[in-house]
Structures are given as C-alpha cells and as structure tokens.
C-alpha cells in the first residue's frame, strides 16, 4: 500500500462504569442511555467523512475510551459494520479495542470477533488489589486473570496489558510484583505509564492534602528502570518511552501516530489528524450529539517539524532522516544542526545511520532534550 493512500482510524467509545480516581480522560458514568445515540451520530460522522476520504485504505483502527467493552455488543457491530461500508480496510488492518476487567462478556467478545477485531488492550493497571482499589478501579487482580482467560478461550492471542508505575504508596516490590503476574499471562505487549496527577480529578485532591503521597523521583526512576530491565530480559523490546512488545507485536496504529500519519478521528472527544490540520471534536456525549463544531488547529511549518522531532524521539529507533525530509522537504541538519550537535555533545542524542535517536539519558531527560528543540 501506498503510504499515503492508508489512513488509521480512531474510534472514541466515551461511556464507563465509574469514575477512576486519577482520571481526566473524556468518559462519562451513568450516561448508558445514550449509548444509540452517539453510536448513530457515529456512523453520520464516518459517512460524513467518507465524501472526501472514502477511496483511502484503513490499515489500523484503534477503538479507544472510556471503555469500550461496556458498549452494547449490537451497537458494536452496527458501527464497525458502517466502518467497512464506507472505508475499504486493508486485508491485513490490525483492528485493536480497549476493554476493562470486570466488564468483559461472552457475548460482546462474540460481537468483537465478528467486527473483526484481532488486537485487544486490557486496561490492566496493577495486579495488587490495594493499588487497584485506591485508583478506583472496578477490578481486582483475579478479574485480570479471568478476562484473559476468557479473551483467550474465544481465540485472541494479541493482547496488551496496560500498566502504572508512580502510585501512591507503591514501592519496588509492588512493581515486581506486578510484573511477574502480567508474565506469566503472557501478553504479546505491556504499556507501563507513569501515573499523572491531574488537576480536577480527586487523585489531585488527595495528594494536595497530603491523603495521598507520591514516590519520589529516585524511586519513580528505580520504578521505571525495573520495568525496562525486566520486560527486556523477558523478550519483550523496548520500542517507545512506555511501550514493551514481542517481536512484531508493536502497536501499528500508536507506531503511525508516532509517526506522524493521517487518522480520522470518530466520536465524542476524538482527535484526527490530516494534512496539516490537528481536529478535536466536542468533548461532551450531548455537545458531540448536537454536532457542535470540532476545534482545528492548522499547524505552521515549524510547528509540524517540531511534532515530528517531538513524536519521533519517543520511539527508541527514533527519527528517520530521510522520513524528515520527504516530509518537510527539509535537511534535518540543516534545520536543527546546532541544536542537535549540542545534544550530542551532552550525549542525550546520538545518531544511528539514518536515525537520530535518544541515548537512554536522553530518554531519561526527554522533557528537557525536547525543550532545547523549542528554542
Ligand atoms: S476506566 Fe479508563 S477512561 Fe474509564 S474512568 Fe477509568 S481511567 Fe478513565
């Protein structure tokens, strides 16, 4: 497939079952009812978009949330179902959906094989039931264990267990801990995030008041470490800042976004990307109903070189020179020379053939390594 004729496509489910603790991602409890609304505002949406992009090939779509595995297994099919009437999917499409422990059903594991879909990531999170409670999550560790169980039974193998480090009251051990029962379900990829505290969820109340407190940044980076050196001597690479996979088993639609290829955007808070335009579509279930507006932001010249270095330095490979230029018809070099020979010099930077790529410090300071690309 040409490059440009393939196209990745989100798909935001916004519905869950509680509220986590630390979460300030665009999903909303309680609001159940309206799951046929949004589904159909959904497929308008896709028709909408199929005028001016309907010849281009799907080669990954990611089913996204919220949780999607609390949508009416029906409505799962009736949308995936309008997804391929008016997109042609690539024969070899990886076709991923989130699910949450605690929510999985036979029959919507049923409806999600009949959509077609061959990649699962289980929003997994920890396997210690005290860390698990006091996130708020409606699992515990066992449901882990039977939500694999069950996936497996139905015949899906390519799964991804997400996980957190940098919790309240988590030490090493726990991390360990952790990891040696996610091994031992034998995912074929682990995301592992450090924990983010944002303003506006109840986690950033605890920790303001002193509730909740957060390990230091010694320990975060003795976290971080123990889940890279542990997740390599299992046989799992490290091919970006937060993601482990077998061989092969590489998310491709995360690895196309890092990338920086084109993606529809489908739902309540879905962001897309095409040309040089970045969309947000409305955050709430009733605003995106009422068909309000997305935001679009047109990205300048700089601003789309800066994503690319931006983008490109989480992957461990890291930045191809000759993508840079056939995407910006620029030398690399000749845009950030200076920039990159200091960082070499620093040695947070480093070149790999064709690749500048992080050095493991780099990755360590990547805040600060992206900052001086800003300057
Ligand atoms: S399950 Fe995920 S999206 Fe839903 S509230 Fe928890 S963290 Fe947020």
Redesign the pocket.
């Given at each position: 497939m040409m490059s440009e004729d393939r196209l990745g496509l989100y798909l935001h489910i916004p519905?869950?079952?509680?509220?986590?603790v630390?979460?300030?991602?665009?999903?909303y409890?309680g609001m159940d009812q309206w799951q046929s609304r949004v589904i159909e505002r959904m497929k308008e949406e896709l028709r909408d978009k199929a005028f001016q992009l309907g010849h281009r090939k799907i080669s990954t779509v990611y089913m996204g949330?919220?949780?999607p595995s609390t949508l009416a297994p029906d409505l799962l099919n009736d949308l995936m179902q309008t997804a391929r009437n008016e997109f042609p999917f690539a024969e070899d499409a990886e076709i991923s959906i989130?699910m949450?422990p605690g929510t999985v059903t036979d029959e919507f594991l049923d409806a999600a094989q009949r959509s077609g879909f061959n990649r699962i990531s289980i929003?997994a999170?920890s396997a210690d039931d005290r860390l698990l409670k006091l996130?708020?999550?409606?699992h515990s560790s066992d449901d882990i264990c039977k939500t694999v169980a069950k996936i497996r039974s139905q015949g899906f193998y390519n799964f991804n267990l997400d996980m957190m480090i940098g919790l309240p009251d988590q030490d090493l051990n726990d991390v360990t801990d952790t990891l040696q029962c996610f091994l031992a379900l034998k995912p074929t990829h682990i995301s592992c995030y450090s924990l983010i505290v944002e303003e506006g969820t109840r986690m950033f109340d605890r920790v303001q008041s002193g509730e909740a407190v957060l390990p230091d940044e010694d320990l975060e980076r003795a976290m971080y470490d123990t889940v890279r050196s542990t997740l390599e001597k299992a046989g799992y690479h490290q091919y970006e800042i937060s993601n482990y996979a077998l061989e092969g088993f590489e998310c491709r639609h995360n690895l196309d976004c890092w990338n920086r290829k084109e993606y529809l955007g489908i739902g309540a808070a879905a962001a897309g990307f095409i040309g040089n335009r970045r969309t947000r579509n409305a955050m709430s279930i009733i605003d995106y109903c009422n068909k309000v507006e997305p935001e679009v932001i047109e990205l300048s010249e700089s601003d789309e070189m800066f994503e690319s270095v931006m983008l490109g330095l989480r992957l461990t490979r890291g930045l191809s020179k000759n993508d840079f230029y056939e995407r910006h018809h620029k030398d690399i070099c000749q845009v950030y020379g200076a920039v990159i020979e200091r960082l070499i010099g620093q040695g947070l930077l480093t070149w790999d053939e064709e690749y500048l790529r992080c050095t493991k410090r780099g990755l360590d300071l990547q805040n600060m390594v992206l900052t001086e690309f800003l300057q």
């Open positions: 519905f869950c079952r509680s509220k986590c630390y979460c300030d991602f665009p999903s409890p949330g919220g949780t989130e949450n929003g999170q996130l708020g999550r409606i």
